[in-house]
């Protein structure tokens, strides 16, 4: 099943099965590996090393969002993280709770589009 949310999603954010065919957005996306953004930091560099963001990135969640921003002014982006189960595993609930918050906020008043696909491995 390509698309798992049943309207449950926003629109900004996908979440689909490895096995599933091509999800809506994947194309040309700057992939995240859900294993290397289990902590915060983690995801911070993965993030600095798919999207090439300036090295000057904090690691906060402001300084995410400002170089996203400038990122997102430049053009459409996609994000697209493989095994998402893994996304912040290693973190407090809430700081995954905040990265969604973080990327809808961009997603509805960033000057071009974001998407997110969160891919997770099908079950064994």
Do not use: I, N
Request: aromatic fraction near 4%; include cysteine; glycine fraction near 6%.
């Amino acid at each position: 099943m390509a698309d798992e949310d049943d309207g449950r999603w926003p629109d900004w954010l996908t979440v689909c099965r490895d096995d599933a065919p091509q999800a809506p957005g994947v194309r040309g996306a700057a992939v995240l590996a859900g294993a290397a953004t289990r902590t915060r930091p983690a995801l911070f560099a993965a993030m600095a090393d798919a999207l090439a963001l300036p090295t000057h990135l904090g690691h906060t969640w402001d300084a995410l969002v400002d170089v996203l921003r400038d990122r997102l002014d430049s053009g459409p982006l996609t994000l697209l993280v493989d095994d998402a189960g893994q996304l912040l595993a290693d973190e407090p609930a809430d700081q995954y709770a905040l990265l969604l918050t973080v990327l809808g906020d961009l997603a509805t008043t960033a000057s071009h589009p974001l998407r997110v696909v969160l891919r997770e491995a099908p079950p064994s």
